[in-house]
T-cell receptor, first 112, second 115 residues
Framework: GQQLNQSPQSMFIQEGEDVSMNCTSSSIFNTWLWYKQDPGEGPVLLIALYKAGELTSNGRLTAQFGITRKDSFLNISASIPSDVGIYFCAGQLRTNAGKSTFGDGTTLTVKP | EAGVAQSPRYKIIEKRQSVAFWCNPISGHATLYWYQQILGQGPKLLIQFQNNGVVDDSQLPKDRFSAERLKGVDSTLKIQPAKLEDSAVYLC?????????????FGPGTRLTVL
């Protein structure tokens, strides 16, 4: 089946720094999604991308849908302590009734 | 708007026992999902319902796991008998089709520990 590789697995950064993480797949997706999960909670959708090459922002977060449709990137600018959490990418195929395949996450730690 | 509700939040059982989880999706959401999230991994889909019909249960270990959504609203997921490797967070999500994608909203999950 489809697999998503997320990197890095974890990041330790200083407050105010920018963060970049990415997700790659062995096969294409029609939609890329980025979620954040806080401890004891379910994932919350941050950004959804629907077209190859699309660049979308949500506040300090920016995500891009790769041209090949096999990758996606998430950037966080000027990190703050509440950015701490696990960030997941997920891919969807329109032919698959909305089924999402998730990566294993990037754990972000922000030091004040 | 109320979110996806799940109960219980935590459950500890011994192996070979049975357990059931309950999910109440967001009102009006036709699609409901159950995911298993093992520590350190992303959610893995177990089963997907569209109203009260099963769309995808290819990843559900059917020898021990079962799920139902009888009236197309609430859903229950059951494990019988439980194994040690079933220790995980079980997430329920519901969604509606936007025309471009399937926007899923997750509940807080049930953390299961099998001893």
């Amino acid at each position: 089946g489809q697999q998503l590789n997320q990197s890095p697995q974890s990041m330790f950064i200083q407050e105010g720094e920018d963060v970049s993480m990415n997700c790659t797949s062995s096969s294409i997706f029609n939609t890329w999604l980025w979620y954040k999960q806080d401890p004891g909670e379910g994932p919350v959708l941050l950004i959804a991308l629907y077209k190859a090459g699309e660049l979308t922002s949500n506040g300090r977060l920016t995500a891009q849908f790769g041209i090949t449709r096999k990758d996606s990137f998430l950037n966080i600018s000027a990190s703050i302590p509440s950015d701490v959490g696990i960030y997941f990418c997920a891919g969807q195929l329109r032919t698959n009734a909305g089924k999402s395949t998730f990566g294993d996450g990037t754990t972000l730690t922000v030091k004040p | 708007e109320a979110g996806v509700a799940q109960s219980p939040r935590y459950k500890i059982i011994e192996k070979r026992q049975s357990v059931a989880f309950w999910c109440n999706p967001i009102s009006g959401h036709a699609t409901l999902y159950w995911y298993q999230q093992i520590l350190g991994q992303g959610p893995k889909l177990l089963i997907q319902f569209q109203n009260n019909g099963v769309v995808d249960d290819s990843q559900l270990p059917k020898d021990r796991f079962s799920a139902e959504r009888l009236k197309g609203v609430d859903s229950t997921l059951k494990i019988q008998p439980a194994k040690l490797e079933d220790s995980a967070v079980y997430l329920c999500a519901s969604s509606f089709w936007t025309g471009e994608s399937d926007t899923q909203y997750f509940g807080p999950g049930t953390r299961l520990t099998v001893l």
